[in-house]
Nanobody
Framework: QVQLVESGGGLVQPGGSLRLSCVAS????????ISWFRQVPGKEREGVSC????????FYIESVKGRFTISRDNAKNTVYLQMNSLKVEDTAVYYC?????????????????WGKGTRVTVSS
């Protein structure tokens, strides 16, 4: 049974940092992409970043480039999202998801499995 479990969310002041974790289990392949999405109430879920388990190649949306860093620890089956210089507009529930092979990292319809999310609030 595939499971994705996020953690690390919380309340942080603007300019602060958080590190999110996504622990994966039950995968039958060791070659896959994991994506991070975020969602604000009333808005569509937005892809933020993704990473390949095989070679670590990663992608980001423009608004987080230079501030967020995605990484993985295959021995721990964990993907991280280090978020620095956080802004109020980064406030959202953050989800990790497994990308269906051949799908875009940033398309919600291209995900096989989702975690339940972790809330990030950036506020002074």
């Amino acid at each position: 049974q595939v499971q994705l479990v996020e953690s690390g969310g919380g309340l942080v002041q603007p300019g602060g940092s958080l590190r999110l974790s996504c622990v994966a289990s039950g995968f039958t392949s060791d070659d896959y992409f994991i994506s991070w999405f975020r969602q604000v109430p009333g808005k569509e879920r937005e892809g933020v970043s993704c990473i390949s388990s095989r070679d670590g190649i990663s992608f980001y949306i423009e608004s987080v480039k230079g501030r967020f860093t995605i990484s993985r620890d295959n021995a721990k089956n964990t993907v991280y999202l280090q978020m620095n210089s956080l802004k109020v507009e980064d406030t959202a529930v953050y989800y990790c998801a497994k990308v269906r092979p051949g799908s875009s990292c940033f398309s919600t319809s291209g995900m096989d499995y989702w975690g339940k999310g972790t809330r990030v609030t950036v506020s002074s």
